[in-house]
């Protein structure tokens, strides 16, 4: 299994903006969809988006779309979530999550299409 390390949470005013990476380990990162997932108080993981092995193929939970942004560098063994005007619902724990060889993020994926998790980062959107 890969492991996955999130970073870049933090505490933000609503309106604003952060951007999250998940370094992976392994050589193998360019063979795989990646995606992010959050899970906010009291509620159940929730996909948020995610990205295909080579990058051109994104797809997004229609909450996020327009605002979040994934992305991915595999010369780093990198993903990333830019998000921009941030509201109090997106507060959660963020993970990022690497893709079982079957999935490429062609569509709304469940949690089963993903493998690997990282430990996750918190996002607090407050005033």
């Known amino acids: 299994q890969a492991q996955l390390v999130e970073s870049g949470g933090g505490l933000v005013q609503p309106g604003g903006s952060l951007r999250l990476s998940c370094a992976a380990s392994?050589?193998?990162?360019?063979?795989?969809?990646m995606g992010w997932f959050r899970q906010g108080p009291g509620k159940e993981r929730e996909f948020v988006a995610a990205i295909s092995r080579s990058g051109p193929s994104t797809y997004y939970s229609g909450s996020v779309k327009g605002r979040f942004t994934i992305s991915r560098d595999n010369a780093k063994n990198t993903v990333y979530l830019q998000m921009n005007s941030l509201k109090p619902e997106d507060t959660a724990v963020y993970y990022c999550?690497?893709?079982?060889?079957?999935?490429?993020?062609?569509?709304?994926?469940?949690?089963?299409?993903?493998?690997?998790w990282g430990q996750g980062t918190q996002v607090t959107v407050s005033s």
């Open positions: 392994g050589r193998t990162f360019s063979g795989y969809a």
């Open positions: 999550a690497r893709g079982t060889p079957y999935y490429s993020a062609n569509y709304y994926p469940r949690t089963a299409d993903f493998g690997s």
